[in-house]
Each structure stands twice: as C-alpha cells, then as structure tokens.
Nanobody, 124 residues
Framework: QVQLVESGGGLVQAGGSLRLSCAASGLTFSNYAMGWFRQAPGKEREFVAAITGSSSIFQYGDSVKGRFTISRHNAKNTVYLEMNSLKPEDTAIYYC?????????????????WGQGTQVTVSS
C-alpha cells in the first residue's frame, strides 16, 4: 500500500521560509518522479515543482521559479520543497504526488499517488 505523508506546513509571514517534506512508503521510491502541487480555495490544483528519480531533471511552475527548490533523498524515501520569499498568494494546501515516469510531468492527471496535503498560510 503506497502512502505519501506531507509535513512542514504552517503559518509564516510574507518574506519568510518553510520547508515541506513528503515521506513515501510502499513503493520503489527511486523509480518515481515526484511532484508538488498546491490548491487554494476556489482554485484548480496548480503545479509547483517536480523532480526525476535520479534528481537529474527539475521542473518548476512559473509562479515559484527562483523562490522554491525541490530535492529528494532516495535513501530516506523523502522529497522536499524549500520555499523562500513566501508571498500571501502562496497560501494553499500543498500536496506531494508520485508518478512512475522517468521525466517530471506537470499535469495532476499524470500522477499515480497523492498525499493528503499540508496547509501553508502566508500572512501579509
């Protein structure tokens, strides 16, 4: 049974930083591209970042480029999202997802497994 469990969300002031983690179990972690998505109230799920199993290829959404960094530690079955220079518009529930693919993809429908999400709130 595949499980993805996010952690690290919380309340932060604008300009601050947070580091999200997603611990995976029940799958051969290094075979999966991992992605982060977010969803704000009343909005569609938005692609944030993705990384291949070997950490050789990265993709970022336009709204987070230069501020967010995705990374992974395959020995710990964990993917991270370092978020800097946070803005109020970054407020959302953040989800990690796993895709059995050798390239990172940006569409939610391409991902096989999802976590339950962690809330990030950025105050102005």
């Amino acid at each position: 049974q595949v499980q993805l469990v996010e952690s690290g969300g919380g309340l932060v002031q604008a300009g601050g930083s947070l580091r999200l983690s997603c611990a995976a179990s029940g799958l051969t972690f290094s075979n999966y591209a991992m992605g982060w998505f977010r969803q704000a109230p009343g909005k569609e799920r938005e692609f944030v970042a993705a990384i291949t199993g070997s950490s050789s290829i990265f993709q970022y959404g336009d709204s987070v480029k230069g501020r967010f960094t995705i990374s992974r530690h395959n020995a710990k079955n964990t993917v991270y999202l370092e978020m800097n220079s946070l803005k109020p518009e970054d407020t959302a529930i953040y989800y990690c997802a796993a895709d059995l693919n050798i390239v990172p993809v940006t569409r939610p429908s391409d991902y096989d497994y999802w976590g339950q999400g962690t809330q990030v709130t950025v105050s102005s």
